[in-house]
C-alpha cells in the first residue's frame, strides 16, 4: 500500500507475539487480486459535489472488495463479507434486463442450478436486506475444481442498486467440522479445491482512500503469505457467524480510556466501511473532538493530525491509528475538514467493536478457521514489533 509520509509517521501499529503461527505447507491456495469498488452511484454523488460540502451521513461512503466467482457456469463479482456467514447472488432470470445482472451474466434455473421450496432471507443494518429461495449449483474459484455450494438465491433486494452479489466469509463456530457446503470455505475443502480453512485478506495498492475511495487488494483461499510476519491470537470460539477475537479497552491521546465489557470484543468484517462501536464506547473514547457545527461529523484535519485512538488486545499488544486513517478526508486540503468514519454499534449487540474497511485497509489479515485462530500484521513495513 502506497501511503503518504505523514501517514506513515502517524501510523503506529504494535502487536507482539501471543501464540504461534499455525505450521504446515497449504497443498492448494487459491490466490487472486480484488478490487475495491465504490458503489457507481455514490461516486457520482459525491463528484457532483463541487465546492459546496453537504451534511452525510458515514455510510454513504460504501466500499466493495470483491473477487470472481464461477456458479452454475455463470461468471459474478462477489463481495468478500466475513460478517455474515451465508451468501447469496442475484436472481434474475425473470428478467434479464434487470439490475441485478452482472455485466451480461444472469443466473437462471436453467444454467444447472437447483432452486429448493425453501425461503431465504438476510438482513443487514442500514435498511439493506435480501430474500428468495435456496438453492445449489457448481462453484468455481479462479477455474477451481467445480464443488457443491448451497446460497441463497435473491430475488428481491432493498437497500442497494445491484451489480454485486454477496460471498459470507463469516464463520458459526457452532460446527467446527467441514460439514455445511452452504460455508463457501467449507465447501471448497469439501470438494477440495483447497487442502486447509484459511484465508487471507490484504488491502494493497490503494490510490486514493481521501476521494474515490478505491484501490486493489487479493484474497488467498487455503493458505496466506508467511512473509508478510503475523503474530496469531486465539479466536472467539463463541461469537456465532462473525471472526472475532478479544480486546481489553480502548483510549485516546488526551489520556481518554474505556474498558470494554466483554473479552469477546472486536469483529473483522469486510463487508462494512465503518469502524463501529457501542454507543457508551463512542461517547466517552471521543468525547474530547470538536465537530464542526455546520457540518456535524467533521473535524479538522490539522487540528486532530495526532491524534489517535488506541486499542488495547492485552497486556503486550495493542493496535494505534491515528482519527484522520479513520476519515474520509476528500475535503482536507480545500476546507480542512475530515469526516469521521466511526459509526454507533447497537448497544444489545454480542460485540463491542467492529473493524470495517477503514480499520482493516491499515492490516493484513489472517483468517484460520482450522486452527481457531486469527493472524495480524501491518501492510507498512517496519510498524509491527
Not at 502517524?10 to 492448494?28: C, E, F, Q, R
Not at 457520482?44 to 451534511?55: A, M, N, V, W
Not at 491509528?321 to 475530515?338: E, K, M, Q
Request: proline share 3%; net charge negative.
Amino acid at each position: 500500500m502506497q501511503l503518504s509520509p505523514l501517514f506513515l509517521s502517524l501510523l503506529s501499529i504494535a502487536l507482539p507475539t501471543t501464540k504461534a503461527a499455525p505450521v504446515g505447507k497449504y497443498d492448494i491456495v487459491l490466490k487472486f487480486p480484488t478490487e475495491l469498488h465504490n458503489n457507481p452511484d455514490l461516486v457520482q454523488l459525491l463528484r457532483k459535489r463541487g465546492d459546496s460540502i453537504i451534511t452525510a451521513d458515514t455510510d454513504i461512503h460504501q466500499v466493495l472488495l470483491t473477487f470472481p466467482v464461477s456458479v452454475g457456469g455463470e461468471n459474478l463479482n462477489a463481495v468478500v463479507d466475513t460478517g455474515s456467514r451465508s451468501t447469496w447472488l442475484y436472481n434474475a432470470f425473470t428478467d434479464k434486463s434487470s439490475s441485478l445482472c452482472q455485466s451480461n451474466s444472469c443466473l437462471t434455473s436453467s444454467k444447472d442450478i437447483d432452486v429448493s421450496n425453501d425461503d431465504y432471507a438476510i438482513y443487514y443494518r442500514g435498511n439493506f436486506a435480501a430474500s428468495g429461495k435456496w438453492a445449489t449449483a457448481p462453484l468455481s474459484v479462479q477455474g477451481s475444481p467445480d464443488v457443491s455450494f448451497k446460497f441463497g438465491l435473491a430475488d428481491s433486494i432493498q437497500g442497494t442498486s445491484g451489480g454485486f452479489s454477496w460471498a459470507g466469509f463469516g464463520y458459526d463456530s457452532e460446527g467446527s467440522d467441514v460439514d455445511n457446503p452452504t460455508h463457501i470455505v467449507d465447501a471448497l475443502k469439501m470438494g477440495g479445491a483447497i487442502s486447509k480453512r484459511v484465508f487471507e485478506v490484504i488491502y494493497d495498492g490503494v490510490t486514493d482512500w481521501n476521494s474515490d475511495i478505491m484501490g486493489h487488494g487479493s484474497l488467498t483461499l487455503g493458505g496466506f503469505d508467511a512473509s508478510k510476519g503475523y503474530k496469531f491470537y486465539d479466536m472467539v470460539s463463541d461469537m456465532q457467524y462473525n471472526l472475532a477475537m478479544p480486546m481489553k479497552s480502548m483510549s485516546n491521546s488526551n489520556g481518554l480510556s474505556a474498558d470494554l465489557d466483554s473479552t469477546k470484543a472486536v469483529v473483522f468484517d469486510t463487508g462494512s466501511t465503518n469502524l463501529l462501536m457501542k454507543t457508551e464506547y463512542k461517547d466517552q473514547i471521543l468525547k474530547d473532538i470538536q465537530f464542526d457545527s455546520d457540518y456535524p461529523g467533521f473535524f479538522s484535519c490539522s487540528k486532530y493530525k495526532d491524534y489517535k485512538l488506541e486499542f488495547q488486545v492485552d497486556d503486550n499488544t495493542s493496535i494505534s491509528f491515528p482519527l484522520t486513517s479513520l476519515s474520509w478526508n476528500s475535503y482536507a486540503d480545500s476546507y480542512d475538514l475530515c469526516q469521521l468514519m466511526i459509526a454507533d454499534l447497537a448497544d444489545d449487540a454480542a460485540f463491542e467493536i467492529v473493524f470495517g474497511q477503514y480499520a482493516l485497509k491499515n492490516m493484513n489479515v489472517v483468517f484460520d478457521i482450522d486452527s481457531r485462530t486469527i493472524g495480524l500484521s501491518s501492510s507498512i513495513d517496519g510498524i509491527l514489533s
